[in-house]
Nanobody, 128 residues
Framework: QVQLVESGGAEVRAGGSLRLSCVAS????????MGWYRQAPGGKLAPVAT???????DYTESVKGRFTISKSRAWNTIWLQMNSLQPEDTAVYYC??????????????????????WGQGTQVTVSS
């Protein structure tokens, strides 16, 4: 339904900056929110910066004041500006879109069906 393509990952020195982009295509009208997640080597997938259902920005504690999420008006693209990068920011960064479409059912009529779409990820490596 929604396809996501991330870009902008690279290897940088500690203290450097990167800007990640995520371009969405497909049923953009079904997107309810989007956000950035990351998975460090040997770690679990975790949220980094996301938009809440009411449009507010939410950041994990370790990136507050350093990372900024932004978006285009119609969810075409979201960005993640990352400043003052540290080695612990090293991870594969993924873009996620949450979508909702109405689905006709015999029992309940039209009900919302929610799903998540993920990009392929972009590698960010921060060296000390």
């Amino acid at each position: 339904q929604v396809q996501l393509v991330e870009s902008g990952g690279a290897e940088v020195r500690a203290g450097g900056s990167l800007r990640l982009s995520c371009v969405a295509s497909g049923k953009l009208w079904s997107i309810t929110t989007m956000g950035w997640y990351r998975q460090a080597p040997g770690g679990k997938l975790a949220p980094v910066a996301t938009y809440t259902s009411n449009g507010h920005e939410d950041y994990t504690e370790s990136v507050k004041g350093r990372f900024t999420i932004s978006k285009s008006r119609a969810w075409n693209t979201i960005w993640l500006q990352m400043n003052s990068l540290q080695p612990e920011d090293t991870a594969v960064y993924y873009c996620k879109a949450e979508t909702e479409v109405d689905e006709e059912t015999e029992r309940f009529g039209s009900i919302p069906r929610r799903s998540d779409s993920w990009g392929q990820g972009t590698q960010v490596t921060v060296s000390s």
